[in-house]
């Protein structure tokens, strides 16, 4: 049988929003742990990000081309878009917008400079993290809005959209920052804890951040 190769940190949101897709869907898969820029033969990533993979001959970068390529190469298992068009067409929106505005504003606005640019060594601008959580609560506003009324981004079943959450929202909750606003989405704390039951969550959660720390 084909093995699908992962490549890609387990400390990348993408790569683990791929990795918690695959895993719901039942489609067996083995992390291949690489860092940006990494090349296995003619697997890569055209821009050297993670994640990447490789099917057999068949080499495919970013995560949402692996996820799409997996659900139609494994049809049987369920799929991770909802079946109404317009719950769909939801689902699209905010994939598209977790991936760009979301971890743009969270994901490296706040939660890289204060997790993992100590560890690595990277300088921190605090103006520009000040300036990033000024604009938290407008962000999780936003979030918090469909989450009040139902249990998940498009409805009543989780989807995609999700799982593209799951890695913003646990680093944010890593962060000082996080741990004071947070508590303030009741209806986003409840969609945390809701996901957090979820195997494909609890097995996909990233190693401590020490882990990233050059060695002396």
């Known amino acids: 049988m ?11 949101s993408f790569v683990r929003t791929t990795r918690m897709a695959l895993q719901e869907r039942d489609v067996p898969y083995t992390l291949m742990p690489c860092p940006p820029g990494h090349v296995d033969g003619d697997a ?5 990000k993670i994640p990447f993979m ?5 080499v495919l970068a970013e995560s949402i081309a ?3 390529f997996a659900e139609r190469e494994f049809p049987k298992a369920p799929s991770l878009w909802p079946k109404d068009s317009r719950r ?10 977790i991936s760009d505005s979301i971890v743009a504003r969270i994901g490296f606005g706040i939660c890289f400079p204060r997790l993992a640019a100590p560890i690595l060594g990277f300088p921190v601008d605090e103006a520009a993290v000040a300036a990033a959580v000024a604009r938290l609560p407008m962000t999780l506003d936003e ?22 959450l799951v890695p913003v929202v646990y680093y944010l909750g890593l962060t000082a ?16 804890a809701r996901m957090a039951e979820r195997a494909s969550v609890r097995d996909t959660v ?6 990233l720390r050059p060695a002396a």
């Not at 890569?44 to 050297?48: D, E, I, L, M, Q």
């Open 66 to 68: 692996i996820i799409r």
């Open 143 to 164: 979030l918090e809005r469909p989450l009040s009324r139902q249990p998940y981004l498009t409805g009543e079943s989780m989807s995609l959209a999700d799982l593209y």
């Open 44 to 48: 890569r990533h055209p821009f050297g």
């Open 206 to 211: 990233p190693p401590p951040f020490e882990a």
């Open 54 to 58: 490789r099917y057999g001959d068949f």
């Open 2 to 12: 084909t093995e699908l190769l992962l490549y890609g940190g387990p400390h990348s």
């Open 177 to 192: 920052e996080g741990k004071e606003v947070l508590p303030r989405y009741p209806a986003l704390g409840a969609w945390a």
């Open 88 to 97: 769909a067409a939801l689902c699209d929106q905010w994939v598209s917008a």
